[in-house]
C-alpha cells in the first residue's frame, strides 16, 4: 500500500515521525496479541501496533503547524488532516512492524473524548479496515490508554495504581482497580484544565501555538517565587470539600492580572520568571493533590499520563514528592506523553487478553465520554 494513497503527498509532508521501540519492562511479554491501534483525537493521527507488551511500531502525524496562526486547534482542519493522514499513517506503521493487516489479531481506535468530526474520520477508517480483514474491534477511552502505555516502559499494575491524567483538556486522578474492567474517577478538574491554563497564559504572554512548550523552556530561567500565584482547592473549606479536585482559572486570571498591570504601569514583563511563577504553581498542586491522594487511598503506585506530563516542571515535583513519600511514579518517555497510536493498542491489547467482548459493529463516537467508561462495551 503506497504511502500516497490517499493523500497525494509523500508522508514526510505530513510532519509525521515514526517513534524509537520502547525499551522492553522485565516482564515483556513477545507472545501476546497483535493490537493496530488508531488515534484520532484532536490534531494526531497515530497508529501504533503492539505484541503482547512490546511496541513494534508507532507512527505519528501532526497538523499542529496548521494550527499555529490561529491560535488553537481548528476541528474542521484536523478533521481534514486526519482524511489525508490517515492511509499513510497505517500503512507506515504496519511496514514499520514488518506485518501485514490479516496477520493483527484486533484494531483498538479512540472513540472519545475528543472533537467529534476527528474521533469519525478514525472510527470510520478503524471500522472500514476491522470490516475488509474480519477482525474484531474496539472503540475505547484515550484517556484510559494515557494510563495503559505506560505497561510498555514498565509492566502491569500493582494493586491500588492511582493514575494522574493531565492534558490541554483533562486533569483528574483516576483509581485503576482493573485497567480492562474498571477505573474509578477520585478527582478531576472544576473549570480550566492545566493545560488550557498554559495555552491561555502563553498567548497573553506572546507565545505561538502551543504554547505549553514555551513556557516550560522559559520556566527553566526564572524565579519561581515571583509572583505569588493561587493554589485554588488545597486549603480551609475548599480544600476539605474538594480534596483531590483541581481548579486552575483563577491561577490563570492572577498572573494574567499581574502582567496587566506592569504593562499599565510601563513596566517590563520579566517572562522567564511569570513562567517559572505560573509552573512551579501549577506542579505543586498537581503532585501535592496526587501524593494526598495516594496517602489516603493506600497506594504506592502513581501513573502519570497525557501531553501535559511532559512538562519538566511536573515531572520533578512528582519525582520528588514520591521519593518523599514512598510512592512510584511512573512517567512515561516524553514521546509517550501526548496523543499515540501505541496507548490505543495497548488498552486494546489488555481488553483483549481479558477476554472483554469487542464492541458492536455499529458503536458510535463520543465526544464527551466519561472517564469511568473503558470502552464502548
Same mark, same amino acid.
Given at each position: 500500500?503506497?504511502?500516497?494513497?490517499?493523500?497525494?503527498?509523500?508522508?514526510?509532508?505530513?510532519?509525521?515521525?515514526?517513534?524509537?521501540?520502547?525499551?522492553?519492562?522485565?516482564?515483556?511479554?513477545?507472545? =501476546?496479541?497483535? !493490537?493496530?491501534? @488508531?488515534? *484520532?483525537?484532536?490534531?494526531?493521527? #497515530?497508529?501504533?501496533? $503492539?505484541?503482547? %507488551?512490546? +511496541?513494534?511500531?508507532?507512527?505519528?502525524?501532526?497538523?499542529?503547524?496548521?494550527?499555529?496562526?490561529? =491560535?488553537?486547534? !481548528?476541528?474542521? @482542519?484536523? *478533521?481534514?488532516?486526519?482524511?489525508? #493522514?490517515?492511509?499513510? $499513517?497505517?500503512? %507506515?506503521? +504496519?511496514?514499520?512492524?514488518?506485518?501485514?493487516?490479516?496477520?493483527?489479531?484486533?484494531?483498538?481506535?479512540?472513540?472519545?473524548?475528543?472533537?467529534?468530526?476527528?474521533?469519525?474520520?478514525?472510527?470510520?477508517?478503524?471500522?472500514?479496515?476491522?470490516?475488509?480483514?474480519?477482525?474484531?474491534?474496539?472503540?475505547?477511552?484515550?484517556?484510559?490508554?494515557?494510563?495503559?502505555?505506560?505497561?510498555?516502559?514498565?509492566?502491569?499494575?500493582?494493586?491500588?495504581?492511582?493514575?494522574?491524567?493531565?492534558?490541554?483538556?483533562?486533569?483528574?486522578?483516576?483509581?485503576?482497580?482493573?485497567?480492562?474492567?474498571?477505573?474509578?474517577?477520585?478527582?478531576?478538574?472544576?473549570?480550566?484544565?492545566?493545560?488550557?491554563?498554559?495555552?491561555?497564559?502563553?498567548?497573553?504572554?506572546?507565545?505561538?501555538?502551543?504554547?505549553?512548550?514555551?513556557?516550560?523552556?522559559?520556566?527553566?530561567?526564572?524565579?519561581?517565587?515571583?509572583?505569588?500565584?493561587?493554589?485554588?482547592?488545597?486549603?480551609?473549606?475548599?480544600?476539605?470539600?474538594?480534596?483531590?479536585?483541581?481548579?486552575?482559572?483563577?491561577?490563570?486570571?492572577?498572573?494574567?492580572?499581574?502582567?496587566?498591570?506592569?504593562?499599565?504601569?510601563?513596566?517590563?514583563?520579566?517572562?522567564?520568571?511569570?513562567?517559572?511563577?505560573?509552573?512551579?504553581?501549577?506542579?505543586?498542586?498537581?503532585?501535592?493533590?496526587?501524593?494526598?491522594?495516594?496517602?489516603?487511598?493506600?497506594?504506592?503506585?502513581?501513573?502519570?499520563?497525557?501531553?501535559?506530563?511532559?512538562?519538566?516542571?511536573?515531572?520533578?515535583?512528582?519525582?520528588?514528592?514520591?521519593?518523599?513519600?514512598?510512592?512510584?511514579?511512573?512517567?512515561?518517555?516524553?514521546?509517550?506523553?501526548?496523543?499515540?497510536?501505541?496507548?490505543?493498542?495497548?488498552?486494546?491489547?489488555?481488553?483483549?487478553?481479558?477476554?472483554?467482548?469487542?464492541?458492536?459493529?455499529?458503536?458510535?463516537?463520543?465526544?464527551?465520554?466519561?472517564?469511568?467508561?473503558?470502552?464502548?462495551?
Amino acid at each position: 500500500m503506497s504511502e500516497r494513497d490517499i493523500a497525494g503527498q509523500p508522508l514526510s509532508q505530513a510532519h509525521a515521525r515514526t517513534e524509537a521501540p520502547v525499551q522492553k519492562p522485565e516482564t515483556a511479554d513477545d507472545d =501476546g496479541p497483535i !493490537i493496530l491501534g @488508531i488515534e *484520532s483525537t484532536c490534531d494526531e493521527t #497515530a497508529a501504533g501496533i $503492539v505484541r503482547g %507488551r512490546t +511496541l513494534l511500531a508507532n507512527v505519528v502525524a501532526s497538523s499542529m503547524d496548521q494550527h499555529a496562526r490561529f =491560535g488553537g486547534v !481548528i476541528p474542521e @482542519i484536523a *478533521s481534514r488532516a486526519h482524511a489525508e #493522514a490517515f492511509v499513510p $499513517v497505517v500503512s %507506515r506503521a +504496519l511496514e514499520d512492524a514488518d506485518l501485514d493487516l490479516s496477520q493483527i489479531d484486533a484494531i483498538a481506535v479512540s472513540a472519545g473524548p475528543g472533537l467529534a468530526g476527528c474521533l469519525a474520520v478514525g472510527v470510520s477508517g478503524a471500522k472500514a479496515l476491522a470490516l475488509a480483514a474480519n477482525k474484531p474491534i474496539y472503540g475505547i477511552n484515550h484517556v484510559i490508554g494515557h494510563i495503559a502505555v505506560t505497561q510498555l516502559q514498565f509492566g502491569g499494575f500493582p494493586d491500588g495504581t492511582l493514575a494522574l491524567i493531565v492534558s490541554g483538556g483533562h486533569t483528574s486522578l483516576l483509581r485503576v482497580h482493573d485497567i480492562a474492567r474498571s477505573v474509578e474517577v477520585v478527582g478531576t478538574t472544576l473549570d480550566d484544565a492545566a493545560g488550557e491554563c498554559f495555552d491561555k497564559v502563553a498567548r497573553l504572554l506572546g507565545f505561538p501555538y502551543p504554547g505549553g512548550p514555551h513556557i516550560d523552556r522559559h520556566a527553566r530561567s526564572g524565579d519561581p517565587h515571583a509572583l505569588q500565584v493561587p493554589r485554588a482547592l488545597t486549603k480551609g473549606n475548599a480544600g476539605r470539600r474538594h480534596p483531590y479536585d483541581f481548579s486552575f482559572s483563577g491561577v490563570k486570571t492572577a498572573v494574567a492580572r499581574w502582567v496587566e498591570e506592569r504593562k499599565a504601569e510601563g513596566k517590563d514583563v520579566p517572562v522567564d520568571d511569570v513562567c517559572a511563577s505560573l509552573a512551579d504553581a501549577v506542579a505543586d498542586v498537581l503532585s501535592g493533590k496526587a501524593m494526598k491522594a495516594c496517602e489516603n487511598l493506600g497506594a504506592d503506585t502513581l501513573i502519570v499520563g497525557g501531553g501535559f506530563s511532559a512538562n519538566s516542571q511536573l515531572r520533578h515535583a512528582l519525582l520528588e514528592r514520591g521519593r518523599r513519600h514512598g510512592v512510584e511514579v511512573r512517567l512515561p518517555r516524553r514521546q509517550l506523553c501526548t496523543d499515540n497510536g501505541a496507548m490505543v493498542a495497548m488498552l486494546g491489547s489488555n481488553l483483549l487478553e481479558a477476554g472483554m467482548p469487542p464492541s458492536p459493529e455499529s458503536f458510535s463516537i463520543d465526544s464527551a465520554m466519561p472517564l469511568d467508561q473503558i470502552y464502548m462495551a
